[in-house]
């Protein structure tokens, strides 16, 4: 059974393990720990038979929600495991009455731009030369959430 809960401390290793695979400048376990005990962010993950499938960093500003990351297992990669984090981080921005889900993501990246796209998100501008490591661009995207 699939289960999306709130990321915990001892998961750190687990996501470790797929933020290596998943991206060319990934956090360290020490970055991915000072996530975790920040006060203002929502983590979560999916989980199976208590296995980290998946997982999405996001920060909690005062009138939007910044996704950090979004990141899948690679065999289970285009199965609907993202869509789902997206659901849930749009149920909680109703819950918390936040109107707004912000996110940077790197222009060369087409298949992630595709998937927030997909997801309804608009791009917002152009962050020349943001990614310091790489020298490349970043797309900013947002997302409006329509509130009850």
């Known amino acids: 059974m699939i289960n999306i809960e709130e990321i915990v401390l001892d998961d750190a290793d687990e996501i470790y393990q797929i933020e290596n695979k998943s991206f060319k400048y990934s956090w360290s376990i020490s970055?991915?720990?000072?996530?975790?005990i920040r006060e203002k962010n929502y983590n979560i993950c999916i989980k199976e038979n208590n296995k980290l499938l998946a997982y999405a960093f996001s920060r909690i500003e005062v009138d939007f929600l910044e996704i950090m990351k979004i990141a899948t297992t690679e065999l289970l990669r285009r199965?609907?495991?993202a869509?789902?984090?997206?659901?849930k981080l749009n149920d909680f921005c109703i819950r918390r009455e936040i109107n707004k889900?912000?996110?940077d993501v790197n222009s060369n990246n087409f298949e992630a731009i595709n998937f927030y796209r997909k997801n309804g998100f608009k791009t917002d501008s152009i962050r020349k030369k943001y990614y310091q490591k790489s020298n490349e661009d970043a797309i900013l995207?947002?997302?409006k959430i329509i509130l009850p």
């Open 79 to 81: 199965k609907g495991l």
């Open 31 to 36: 970055q991915i720990n000072s996530e975790l």
């Open 83 to 87: 869509n789902l984090i997206i659901l």
């Open 101 to 103: 889900i912000f996110l």
């Open 141 to 143: 995207m947002s997302k």
